[in-house]
């Protein structure tokens, strides 16, 4: 990427809680002269610089795209519990969108031509669609929902309460103590990682790497995964996307679903995603106007949309490419 | 049931990791005087009396046989670490068809016609028919796997972690304290909820009852779950779930699959089962002599062979009386 991260702020920003912050938003623009605009916001445990942006070849479909890659508040980047003392108790989706659509403002932006979201990224695409329908005229959903499903926020307990009851998170208390409730954070990742892939995935025993030998020494790795997050940062997001609704920005879900949202939208769920299930966007595309389905056939469950295994984000690529046109 | 819980005990029975100790195997024997022999050993978190039993009424599959429930080490009502003071540290499956097995000679049962199991349940059926194969005439694995899965494996760790990170689990110290760790088993059942049924289930909001309206009630309702067992207990029985794989009774799991097994074999997974997965038994099946597939078509996941869900319970009560025939 030729461009370094930026930061846009934004003053006295007002939560959907009714709280007022300063609050500044980190992104990172690329091949801003282009004049078809694309915005790609952060998932969950996603940093700017580690969101797969389809645009790293000349033949990537977003290449001639100019690249908004923008990070979620609460993210570590953007303004966050780790980074912004007395930062507000609560995220919502909306929230996260109305300070986008500030930061679009800002950059000259009067319309996206495509929402590019991955997991929390694609839950964000799909308010993008409902809250502001005639700023966004196509959105790519990948391995994510409209409304979180009753599934998914029960798997989300499992890593967050395995994060809060751990020993050294003290009930949020290990901030006065100065240190890191890393054995919670570890349990977190121990608690998330059956999850991210699917059961395929681990009987092809596509775990196996010249590092990791043993399904124990890959769990140990994996506890490592989310090391660098911090665990309020983790808490407020995971809360974020267990209330996941557009049906919230409108009156309800299937009015939203079908009256307000009015994209064009490449819905992409992974065949194998344990916890943005296919169904689920099979019955999300048949309540949209104007939606394609176009399923990921892969073995790596949630993790096929992420961009990191090849194959699959060449596949995205190419099925994204073609839908652009 | 007509019979009460019952105890036999065994003098320094040694374990296989070499320790001896005295050790109790508590168990319940129904219809004795039947010359047909049924053995049903408890699943993990079972008790005698909540295992299901294939004989409440007199058209059921087991109705008449002597059924003997056997409950495993380490459930809390045979020898454990939460009932004996300086138990093993481990427990092998291979520990409990021993234990079992000495049992069955007590009582005088030269034969068994059948091994009953859900889930760890299951999984002793089949070490039953890896290690002792001219004992076992058939056995019935519902909802189980000759070898844990890797993904099996992981999942497990995110309860487990939960559990031995948390705040009052203190590394094992808390007995020292004289308390439990309940915000341990809290967390526990937290991170397990999920798994245990399907993502059709949670999508057909079955989980809604009458004290139940909302997810975040149902969260709560099933953290405690596991109240009442204790967190040891837990640990060494989910450390042998872990570890399970028939193949170490004889050379390797594809050998004892193949050519040691010789029982007649019924394998009941679930349709939408997450972590002992339906794909896994057709794979069993494949390389057993002599076994019959019949996937219980529910939406309950692994919850569906539990037989608290009376339509399964009455589908698998058919269909295990009409193969036994």
Chains 1, 2 share one sequence.
């Not at 969101?51 to 100019?66: K, Q």
């Not at 751990?166 to 998330?192: L, V």
């Not at 660098?228 to 679903?257: C, P």
Request: glycine share 8%; net charge negative; charged share 25%.
């Amino acid at each position: 990427m030729a461009d370094k991260l930026s930061y846009f702020s934004i003053s006295s920003f007002e939560f959907l809680n009714g709280d007022k912050r300063d609050v500044k938003i980190a992104y990172k623009s690329i091949n801003a002269s282009s004049p078809k605009k694309a915005l790609i916001p952060t998932c969950y445990g996603g940093r700017v610089d580690d969101t797969y942006t389809f645009h790293d070849t000349s033949s990537s479909a977003l290449a001639d795209y100019h690249v908004i890659v923008v990070a979620m508040l609460g993210n570590g980047e953007s303004s966050s519990p780790s980074n912004t003392p007395d930062f507000t108790k609560s995220l919502d989706y909306q929230d996260q969108i109305r300070a986008q659509h500030a930061l679009l403002q800002h950059l000259g932006v009067e319309k996206l031509d495509v929402v590019v979201g991955f997991s929390m990224g694609a839950q964000q695409a799909y308010y993008w669609a409902a809250m502001y329908p005639d700023f966004v005229k196509q959105c790519v959903c990948i391995c994510g929902s409209a409304k979180t499903s009753f599934h998914n926020y029960a798997f989300l307990e499992g890593p967050l309460a395995a994060l809060m009851q751990s020993s050294d998170y003290e009930n949020g208390r290990y901030r006065e103590h100065g240190k890191k409730p890393t054995r919670g954070i570890k349990a977190f990742g121990r608690a998330y990682t059956a999850w991210l892939y699917s059961a395929d995935w681990f009987r092809q025993e596509l775990w196996r790497s010249e590092k990791v030998s043993t399904i124990a020494q890959f769990m140990k790795v994996h506890e490592d995964m989310v090391g660098d997050w911090d665990a309020e940062d983790l808490i407020i997001l995971g809360r974020q996307w267990q209330a996941g609704d557009v049906g919230k920005v409108g009156k309800g879900y299937e009015h939203v679903m079908r009256e307000v949202i009015s994209a064009r939208m490449l819905v992409m769920p992974g065949s194998t995603d344990q916890y943005f299930r296919y169904e689920d966007s099979e019955m999300e595309v048949s309540l949209l106007q104007n939606a394609e389905l176009a399923t990921i056939p892969s073995v790596w469950g949630h993790a096929a949309g992420g961009g990191s295994h090849k194959p699959d984000a060449e596949w995205m690529d190419k099925r994204i490419k073609a839908w652009l046109k």
